[in-house]
Structure formats: C-alpha cells, structure tokens
C-alpha cells in the first residue's frame, strides 16, 4: 500500500473517529472548535438520529456560556435540552442564564432564581405549579433539540426512569383531574361579571357571557364562601330554572337549578331580590 496510502488510510479513520465523537456529543476538550465545524456537515449529511446521551451533573455543569462552552445545555425534569440557538437568553448575562448548566426545575414556576432555588425536586408544589412545569417541558421540546437525560433525581445510570419520576408523572395525573374539576365547576358557576355606573355604583351582573362562559342561561348573582368561618366571598352565577348545569339532561328535578345544590355554600346578596339578575355588593 505504502506510506502515502497508510497516511490515508489512518487518516480516515481518525475522521472517522472525529466524527463519530462529534454526533455523540462528546467534550473534545480543545479539539470542541474543530467540532462545531464538523457537526453541521454530519447533521446535514446523516439521515439518522444521533444517541441518545446520559449526562451527571458535572458533565451537564460545563455547557454554559461561564464555563466557555460553544454548546449551552439545560435539564427541566431531568430532559436535556440544546439552548444554544437562545444564546441572546442563555448565555453570559442573558435573562435565562441561570438555568442553563443544570436541572433548575423548580424555579421555573416559583420564581426562585438563586442557588436554593434552582433544584430540581417539585416536593409540595401544588397542581397548578406542576401543570406549568409541564407547560414548559412541552415548550422545550417544541422549540429546542432534545440531547438525553440527566443522572439523578429522575433518571438512573442506564437512562431508565426513576420511582420518583413516576411518582411526579401520577401526580401529573392527578393535577389534570384536578384542573377538570375546576373548570368544570367554572362552567356550571361562572363568575359574575362587575359593573359601575354613576347611577348605581357597583354591581354584579349575570348574563349569558360573564365570567367568559358561554352557556344557555343567564343566572342569578350569589355569594360563594370557599372557607368555613369566613367572611370572605366571590360572586358566582347561579343556574335557577330548569335542571342543575352540570346535569342538564336530569329527567327529574325541582326547576331550581343549582339553588339547592348542597355541594356549594351559597347565599343571596342582602337587599337583592331572589331572581334579579344584578344586585349590589
């Protein structure tokens, strides 16, 4: 063969070799500017998908503008995510900065950005946080490339989900359940809508519209305490004609609506007649 053609042989192999590492996703360490050159031509040319990859905390902790790294890598419920195209908010000095380099799951609904705050556990959020976390998992995987998992709290060393993700995916579940009940509670008692006039001040109206629910009866304005023994209250429209809202085939039923619906702590405003339709605080 000869030298030249040994030359060439182990050269190709060595491009091979570079290549390889490159759709991996490994650290070059200083070979990593000779990557990013590469890795546009492999991912124009390969019709397969590069590996999936399990990251530890440390090696995820080198993707970040700070660490000098071309590549900006975030976690948020242990999936990896390529933020780099959102370098103007990832990167050094960027708004997002802080999240990039880590699992800061939890930050992303409370707001904590300090170093207690971006942890990766969702322990006693309640539903609405973990339907947001949820929100923005789906945001990631929509608008950035999704790299692999992080080794930990949610994944174990074989990129296999751990007892705590799948406790989080059924209280996940059970969020969604709660999220139905309460809409499903809004529609059957929608909000009253306000109203003030210099002639007659504030009040509270029903129609076929307030509250942003649209139904087939207008209702009558009622105060709904949420807490027992408190003085506190929201105006809510309540069905008073015909079956309950939440029931509205029912073949038997009293032609209250949900008047007398024992789930629900109602009462009427003071000095409002029992069947208008607006009645003042």
């Known amino acids: 063969m ?25 650290d070059l360490g200083p070979l990593n500017p000779l990557a990013q050159v ?3 031509y492999l991912e124009r040319f390969s019709t397969e998908e590069p590996p999936e990859r399990l990251f530890t905390p440390q090696q995820l902790s080198k993707y970040t503008a700070k660490s000098g790294s ?13 933020v780099t195209k959102g370098e103007r908010v990832y990167g050094l000095n960027g708004g997002y900065s802080f999240f ?17 705050g971006l942890i990766d556990t969702v322990d006693g959020l309640g539903w609405r946080d973990l339907l947001g976390i949820e ?13 692999g998992k992080l080794i930990g709290r ?23 359940s709660e999220k139905n009940a309460v809409e499903e509670h809004k529609r059957n008692f929608p909000p009253c809508d306000s109203m003030y006039t210099e002639e007659d001040g504030p009040k509270f109206v029903c129609t076929k ?28 429209c309540v069905k008073n004609t015909g079956p309950p809202a939440g029931d509205p085939g029912a073949a038997q039923h009293s032609d ?26």
Request: proline share 4%; glycine share 10%.
């Open 2 to 26: 000869g030298l030249l053609g040994s030359s060439v042989s182990l050269l190709g192999v060595l491009l091979a070799v570079l290549g390889y590492l490159v759709w991996t996703g490994a």
């Open 38 to 40: 590469v890795k546009p």
């Open 70 to 82: 071309p590549e900006l890598y975030l976690a948020i419920m242990g999936k990896v995510f390529d």
């Open 100 to 116: 990039v380099g880590r699992d800061g799951t939890r930050a992303f609904v409370t707001g904590e950005f300090t170093e207690a």
């Open 135 to 147: 929100e923005w998992v789906q945001r990631y995987e929509k608008d950035y490339t999704y790299v």
């Open 154 to 176: 949610y994944y174990d060393e074989e990129g296999n989900p751990t007892k705590e993700l799948l406790d989080v995916d059924e209280k996940m579940k059970t969020a969604h």
């Open 209 to 236: 519209e307030s509250g942003g629910i649209e139904r087939d009866w207008v209702g009558v304005p009622r105060k709904l305490y949420t807490e027992a023994g408190s003085d506190k209250y929201r105006c809510i």
């Open 256 to 281: 209250r609506g949900d008047l007398d619906n024992p789930l629900v702590n109602l009462q009427e405003f003071d000095g409002c007649a029992s069947d208008a339709s607006a009645c003042k605080p």
